[in-house]
C-alpha cells in the first residue's frame, strides 16, 4: 500500500520536473491541442505549469476521496485496483506532458491524435479489467440512482461495464493503430465512449425495476 502511494508520489510531481529541467530551452509557444481538421493550437509555454500541475491536484484529489466519501470502508475491499487506476492516470498524465514537450522541439515527429487515441485505448481496457471489482462508492464507476441503491445491481452493472470498456478499449487502440483520418478516427472513439456509458447506465435502470417491481409500480403511478 505505501508503495502504491510512493509511485503515484513521484508519478505526479514527475511532469512538474520534466517541465522545470526544459522550459528555458523551450520555444516561447508550445502545442497544447490539436483540432480534428489537423491544425494545431499553440499557447505561450507558461501554459504548461497550468497542464502538468493537473497531475498532483489529480492525485491529491485521488487521495481525498476515500476519505469523504459515505461508503469509505469499502475502498479497503478494492484498494489495490483503486491505487493502480491513479497510477495508470498519473502516468498516462505524464505521457501528455511528454508529448507536448517533445512536438515542442521537434514538431511533426509523433502522431499525436493516434498516440492518443491509443493511450485512451489503454486506460479504457484496464478500467475494464478493474470495474468488475470496485465495490459501491460514489466517486469510481457506473454511479447511477440504481446502482448506488443495490449492491446486486451494482455488481451486474459492473461486470457488463467492465466487458464493455474492455473491448471498447481495444477497438480504440486499433483505431490508433490503423486511421489516418483523425476526424473519422475521433468520432468513432466518441461512439465507443458514448455506447460505453450509455449501456450499462440503461442496464442498470432495467435491472434495478426487474429487482423492485413494487417500487417501480409505484413510481409509474406517480407520474400519472
Not at 78 to 99: A, P
Not at 160 to 180: D, K, N, P, Q
Request: aromatic share 12%; net charge positive.
Amino acid at each position: 500500500m505505501k508503495k502504491n502511494k510512493l509511485l503515484i508520489f513521484l508519478a505526479a510531481a514527475a511532469p512538474i520536473l520534466l517541465v522545470a529541467l526544459c522550459y528555458r530551452h523551450l520555444p516561447d509557444t508550445v502545442p497544447t491541442s490539436w483540432r480534428l481538421d489537423g491544425e494545431v493550437v499553440y499557447s505561450r509555454k507558461s501554459a504548461l505549469w497550468l497542464i502538468s500541475g493537473l497531475s498532483p491536484f489529480l492525485a491529491f484529489l485521488f487521495f481525498l476521496l476515500p476519505r469523504i466519501d459515505p461508503r469509505a470502508s469499502n475502498y479497503r475491499r478494492f484498494s489495490r485496483y483503486y491505487d493502480s487506476f491513479v497510477l495508470l492516470l498519473e502516468l498516462f498524465l505524464l505521457v501528455m506532458v511528454g508529448i507536448i514537450v517533445s512536438e515542442a522541439f521537434s514538431p511533426g515527429k509523433i502522431k499525436v491524435p493516434n498516440t492518443v487515441t491509443v493511450l485512451v485505448g489503454l486506460l479504457f481496457v484496464f478500467l475494464g479489467h478493474i470495474l468488475p471489482k470496485i465495490k459501491s462508492n460514489f466517486f469510481l464507476g457506473i454511479r447511477t440512482p440504481w446502482t448506488l441503491s443495490d449492491t446486486t445491481v451494482w455488481h451486474k452493472t459492473h461486470r457488463l461495464a467492465g466487458a464493455l470498456f474492455f473491448v471498447c478499449g481495444l477497438l480504440m487502440m486499433t483505431l490508433g493503430f490503423i486511421f489516418e483520418s483523425q476526424r473519422v478516427m475521433m468520432t468513432l472513439v466518441l461512439l465507443l465512449v458514448l455506447l460505453s456509458a450509455a449501456v450499462p447506465t440503461a442496464a442498470s435502470c432495467f435491472w434495478y425495476r426487474a429487482q423492485h417491481p413494487s417500487q417501480a409500480a409505484r413510481q409509474a403511478r406517480h407520474r400519472k
